[in-house]
């Protein structure tokens, strides 16, 4: 099946410094991935959208500066954490389409996610 | 704006019993669709089930099915015969949106515990 793969999936910074975190597409191509952020025991939430080729789009309240987003191919979307500081601290996880067999609906597939502790 | 609501923080079933995750939506769209995702302790989401809003017959997948009320917007995913293996975080998530992109809304999520 469809894999998602992340990396690095563990990660400590110290604050002020910027991190990277890349999300692959192993045996397919996606045009679309979408980041999550999710906290400590509760859910994930929306961050932007990755287009291949193009801007991300944000979701409200999600600063675009901070949370820098590139989609420079078909198979690699990064999501970089610039001048990160402590309350960045999170579990970022990123997502792609794939097919759903059977349905024929679309269903995202998740990598394994990044943990970014910042101190 | 659409909403999902996951009632039970935590479950406890017992080995090889059927248990029941509630979640219920709100949505003024006629066309979207339901997701159930797993979050072991690891920390990948698993996709498990999907139910169309359109689907008249609800969703199975193995041990997986959706109960979908539509009538009462509740898409309750029920596990039969738990294994220790099924302890873990389960999502309920709906697509936002007519052709939303797949675009998720999720719920709060429920600790399930399966115990000897």
């Known amino acids: 099946g469809a894999v998602v793969s992340q990396h690095p999936s563990r990660v400590i910074c110290k604050s002020g410094t910027s991190v990277k975190i890349e999300c692959r597409s192993l045996d397919f191509q996606a045009t679309t991935m979408f980041w999550y952020r999710q906290f400590p025991k509760q859910s994930l939430m929306l961050m932007a959208t990755?287009?291949?080729?193009?801007?991300?789009?944000?979701e409200q309240g999600v600063e675009k500066d901070k949370f820098l987003i590139n989609h420079a191919s078909l198979t690699l979307s990064t999501l970089t954490v610039t001048s990160a500081h402590p309350e960045d601290s999170s579990f970022y996880i990123c997502?792609?389409?794939?097919?759903?067999?059977?349905?024929?609906?679309?269903?995202?597939?998740f990598g394994a996610g990044s943990r970014l502790t910042v101190l | 704006a659409q909403k999902i609501t996951q009632t039970q923080p935590g479950m406890f079933v017992q080995e090889k019993e059927a248990v029941t995750l509630d979640c219920t939506y709100d949505?003024?769209?006629?066309?979207?669709?339901l997701f159930w995702y797993k979050q072991p302790s690891s920390g990948e989401m698993i996709f498990l089930i999907y139910?169309?809003?359109?689907?008249?017959q609800n969703a199975t997948e193995g041990r997986y099915s959706l109960n979908f009320q539509k009538a009462r917007k509740s898409a309750n995913l029920v596990i039969s015969a738990s294994q220790l293996g099924d302890s873990a975080m389960y999502f309920c998530a709906m697509e936002r949106g007519t052709g939303g992109g797949n675009k998720l809304t999720f719920g709060t999520g429920t600790q399930l515990k399966v115990e000897l």
């Open positions: 139910q169309g809003s359109y689907d008249e």
């Open positions: 997502s792609a389409i794939t097919g759903l067999a059977g349905s024929g609906a679309n269903v995202l597939t």
């Open positions: 949505t003024s769209d006629q066309s979207y669709g």
């Open positions: 990755s287009n291949e080729g193009s801007k991300a789009t944000y």
